[in-house]
């Protein structure tokens, strides 16, 4: 998918652009990014440190590239899918945001949500962030691998990865029906996390400081990767 946005006027970024978007990184002087993270607490950074989150660490990343970049965290914690669409999408629409990362998915896992409801609820979550005259480059993570949490015992964590591992199938065969990016966030911080509590808060369900260090660099670099071919998709682009 193209990121056909990032043509838009450069006045976008103007005073109400600026307070709908609290959060800058890098130089003013840049091209203007609005990126949008939405989702859980993936997204959200609970058990981190305020400001060191997943969301921050790739506004930071994309800055690098010589971006003037304002974020927008709309994340929930213990957001669904089907939270998430009626709550938070409006909000993410509203914004008109040039790029989107949507964390989420193990909230579906943790409460069992059907998967044949899965399916129909990311596919009204996605379709209409898509649907628009003006397309954001959206990006749709998977659930991280909750078997991992120190709190559930060896036979319990197994049926849970699993569980975790047809969810994210299902968000595969979202993002190539609708034609968005998809971020395998489980596979992509693989061998970084281990069972273990050093990686995870006292509730030892989510992530800590250290935990969200880990898997943040990693998935700053991945989200970097995935503009930066989106806009060589739209440079080489005759029309």
Known sequence: MSLESFNRPYQARGAGKEILFPQWFGNPKNPPIHFVVFGDSTGANV????????????AARLAE???????????????TTRRAR???????QALDPDIV????????VAHLVRLKVLRKELGKLIEPLVSGERKPLV?????????????????????????????????????EEFRVEYLDFSNLTSGLITKSEEF???????LNERGYEKVGVV???EVAAIVARAEGDKRSSPF
């Open 65 to 79: 590239d010589a971006r003037y970049v304002g974020l927008r965290n709309l994340s929930v914690p213990g957001a």
């Open 47 to 58: 058990g981190g440190r305020s400001g060191h989150g997943v969301a921050e660490m790739t």
């Open 200 to 206: 995870f808060s006292n509730d030892k369900f989510h």
């Open 101 to 108: 990362l949507v964390c989420l998915g193990a909230n579906d």
């Open 86 to 92: 009626r709550v938070q999408l409006p909000k993410v």
């Open 139 to 175: 990006i749709l993570s998977g659930s991280p691998d909750l078997g991992l949490v120190p709190r559930l015992g060896p036979r319990l964590s197994s049926l849970v990865s699993k569980r975790v591992e047809r969810v994210n199938r299902l968000f595969v065969l979202t993002a």
């Open 219 to 221: 998935v700053a670099e």
